[in-house]
């Protein structure tokens, strides 16, 4: 199949080419759905590791997603989504010798899995009332370039695209980043005393 007759097909169409052994889908469903990971994955703060190992592990909970899936049983992203929240959580769970030390001193950003505008309507509601909650803390907390550094971080820009917008280096964009973490994780544990 060509790249512009998979681009049109739906998840649930490249899922079951991809359960047929189509590596081509099966690529094609993981690219489409690589952004997914990312947002789940930057819900948690590794203390001593990199976010990168979330990444992974989220990339496993949708590659497991595409194998598990049932045509018919509802929408894959929906699906796709819970099998890499799980991953993730699993992960920071299970994470006890020392080997996942970085997984075992997770902390996650918000209670809540992270929803997206297809879920069911009163989730959205949630998730839009806990972004809501977020930017004040995130104003009341951080310095202006903080809060411009880490809004475009949430909204899933790369690294790069922020240096360009804030004209700021790699390394003072992830300091920023970091240092947004602390405080932000401070102020959520102060709140929840």
Known sequence: MTEKTLDKMTDEELVALAQAGDKTAEEKILFRHGNLVRAYARKFFLANGETEDLLQEGMIGLYQAIGKYKTGSG???TFAGVCIYRRIVDAVKNGA????????????FADLPLLYADSD???????DDDRRRLNKM?????????FKVFTMY?????????????????KSVDNAIQRSKRKLIKALEKENK
Do not use: W
């Open 75 to 77: 929408s894959f992203k």
């Open 97 to 108: 010798s020392k080997k996942h030390a970085p997984l075992n001193n997770s902390v996650p």
């Open 121 to 127: 309507p009163e989730q959205t509601v949630i998730c």
């Open 138 to 146: 995130m104003s009341r907390e951080l310095t202006d370039i903080e």
């Open 154 to 170: 949430l909204d899933g820009a790369s690294c790069l695209e922020i240096c360009e917008t804030t004209g700021k280096s790699q």
